[in-house]
């Protein structure tokens, strides 16, 4: 396999890959994997027009991930990975983020690999149609939130789908919000930061709708996302808004899949990082399921 760097131009060979298998994360799609190229220093490779496979880096260790492809190559592209590791760098096979599926189509022999579920990074799934609707109980004081908003900013709001030519206002909207965080924040703050603009850069051929909320024609809030065709699953992979603005976030939440994914099935909104304050956010929207993700470690002889 000849791994290169992935670029902008790279998108287009890699779609015909994505949603040929049952995969509920939000690593199922190729946003995430551009997204974070920099941070991981992804690298891809085709390999015998059967699968995408991955290589990417953590503590200058290499990794990878489950290939993108179709079930019956799964186990096949498995392996093919297994031997680059253990013949070309001379590593054992080490994988994050493995989805559930995979985990149990291959059914690993436990004496050749260790699988062990990461908890802290499962994803959160929603019912699409209880956060479109703010419906029911649960979700009574999102709904609080969300009307509060629309009041307090009443014939001021506009939701509006984005595009590229508004990549210059999200680009101020970002710096505006980075200052806010100040130097105290996670360094993969800044790598997000590098990501979303690369996406903007490069927004008329990545497969992402965006939309953004405007207050009296001034950008507050935005979203990214793709779609998962075979999951019927919305991933929302970016979501920013003014934490100023009481019910804002309610409010980008529901409209950007009212405008951009009106008929989902689920609603993917990635990990909690294990961070306690994320995990309670992600609660209180009432998650339906999870999709779990395994770390897989080759035991080396």
């Not at 891809?44 to 489950?66: C, F, H, K």
């Not at 999200?170 to 980075?178: A, C, E, G, I, Q």
């Not at 019927?232 to 009212?258: S, V």
């Not at 304050?277 to 998650?287: E, F, Q, V």
Request: charged share 30%.
């Amino acid at each position: 396999m000849q791994f290169k760097n992935l670029e902008p131009e790279d998108i287009m060979k890699i779609m015909p890959f994505v949603g040929r298998r049952p995969n509920k994360t939000c690593d199922s799609g190729v946003v995430d994997s551009f997204l974070w190229r920099e941070y991981y220093h992804v690298q891809y490779a085709i390999s015998e027009n059967r699968a995408v496979q991955w290589l990417m880096e953590v503590d200058g260790e290499p990794y990878t991930a489950m290939p993108l492809c179709a079930e019956e190559d799964l186990e096949k592209s498995f392996y093919e990975l297994v031997d680059y590791f253990n013949q070309v760098l001379k590593k054992p096979l080490r994988i994050y983020l493995a989805d559930e599926e995979a985990v149990q189509f291959l059914n690993l022999d436990p004496v050749r690999f260790q699988v062990t579920e990461q908890e802290d990074l499962k994803d959160y799934l929603y019912d699409g149609e209880a956060l479109r609707t703010l419906a029911g109980k649960k979700l009574h004081k999102k709904k609080n939130n969300y009307n509060a908003f629309v009041k307090a900013y009443e014939g001021r709001v506009e939701y509006r789908r984005l595009c590229c030519s508004d990549r210059d206002e999200v680009w101020k909207f970002l710096d505006d919000w980075r200052l806010k965080k100040g130097d105290d924040v996670e360094e993969h703050l800044d790598y997000e930061v590098r990501g979303i603009h690369e996406i903007l850069k490069n927004c008329s051929i990545m497969p992402v709708e965006m939309g953004g909320v405007y207050v009296d024609n001034k950008l507050e809030a935005f979203s990214i996302g793709s779609f998962n065709p075979l999951e019927n699953m919305a991933i929302i992979h970016i979501e920013k808004a003014n934490p100023d603005m009481r019910g804002l976030y309610q409010y980008i939440n529901r409209e950007f899949l009212i405008h951009a994914f009106p008929s989902v099935r689920l609603v993917n909104r990635e990990d909690d990082l294990g961070l306690e304050g994320l995990r309670r956010a992600k609660m209180s929207y009432n998650p339906v399921d999870f999709a779990r993700k395994y770390s897989v470690n080759q035991i080396w002889p």
